[in-house]
């Protein structure tokens, strides 16, 4: 007897619209297969989330992004690879942090080059500042980690100076791994010659 064929990905597959924003998703049910939860806040066209979610098909992967173009460009790419181990949601980051995903449910999340907003008028739109740390860390499992990366040095030093008056986080060394992927926007910096500033936080109990 032949088994039945697997139903092939779609963008739509891929693409996650939750029945209901007012209250916490059940994240778990999104993937066929259990595994940790790692979120790419502000995937832009996904070059990082993607080839993340190709490395590890025993990790599950959240990309949130605002711009429906980037959001289908991202679906489009994880249906042609067959990754039923990432989805795409169209959703503002702070809102999908503080609100829709359950505390505890992620084991790492992925800043990567957040828009810098240079001018001292608009810094107030900066997705790194404490209510986002917050809202980030409910959502971590304890020892579960926030990666930040920027090429912008004034946004890294607000950045670091928001981290340092925060509560319930440690610092830890950036693995070195030459073959990680790089994101769209960081690839064009490297290009560029202009450096990248990391920093990697570990969620602690209190
Ligand atoms: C500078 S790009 C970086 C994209 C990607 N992380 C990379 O490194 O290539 C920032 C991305 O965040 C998205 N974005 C900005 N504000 C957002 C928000 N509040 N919620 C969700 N996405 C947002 C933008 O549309 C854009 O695609």
């Known amino acids: 007897m032949s088994t039945?064929?697997?139903?092939?990905?779609?963008p739509d597959l891929v693409h996650w619209i939750p029945a209901s924003i007012l209250e916490p998703a059940s994240?778990?049910?999104?993937?066929p297969q259990?595994?940790?939860?790692?979120?790419?806040?502000?995937?832009?066209?996904?070059?990082?989330?993607?080839?993340?979610a190709k490395r590890h098909p025993e990790r599950n992967f959240l990309a949130t992004e605002r711009l429906a173009g980037r959001v289908e460009k991202v679906c489009r790419n994880a249906a042609r690879l067959g990754l039923s181990n990432l989805r795409v949601l169209r959703l503002e980051n702070l809102y999908?942090?503080?609100f829709l995903l359950p505390p505890g449910s992620v084991a790492v999340s992925y800043v990567s080059f957040p828009d810098p907003w240079p001018k001292r008028a608009h810094q107030s739109r900066r997705l790194v500042q404490p209510e986002f740390l917050a809202a980030v860390r409910r959502t971590l499992?304890?020892?579960?980690?926030l990666r930040l990366k920027t090429d912008d040095l004034p946004y890294f030093q607000w950045m670091e100076k928001v981290v340092a008056e925060a509560v319930g986080w440690e610092r830890g060394d950036w693995p070195e791994d030459p073959a990680e992927p790089?994101?769209?926007?960081?690839?064009?910096?490297?290009?560029?010659?202009l450096p990248i500033h990391k920093t990697r936080l570990l969620k602690t109990e209190a």
């Open 34 to 52: 259990s595994g940790p939860l790692c979120v790419d806040y502000g995937c832009g066209e996904g070059a990082f989330v993607v080839a993340m």
């Open 182 to 193: 790089l994101t769209n926007f960081e690839a064009r910096f490297i290009a560029q010659g």
């Open 96 to 98: 999908t942090a503080k």
């Open 27 to 31: 994240v778990t049910e999104l993937f």
């Open 4 to 10: 039945p064929a697997a139903t092939p990905l779609t």
């Open 141 to 145: 499992a304890v020892g579960g980690e």
